[in-house]
């Protein structure tokens, strides 16, 4: 039985930052990557592709830093 893996919708998944990261808060993950048991996550902001960086995929869990989809700035403060 083959090993579950570990984020499997990442890909193609919206992210907002809590706080402006590279000057923006819309992200997209563009690739993933796995190195041993570790799962990377590239992301790109939304509004400026050419602001992308690899981050630990499990910080995304960490909802004092990322919300799942794209929020509001309203939705931000309030959540």
Known sequence: MPKKQKFPYLVGSKWTAQQETWG???F???NRKNQG???F???VAACDPA???WMNAKLLKDRSQWQAGWKSLNEVEDG
């Open 28 to 30: 997209q993950v563009v």
């Open 37 to 39: 048991v570790w799962v």
């Open 24 to 26: 923006w808060r819309h």
């Open 51 to 53: 602001v992308r960086f």
């Open 41 to 43: 996550a590239e992301m």
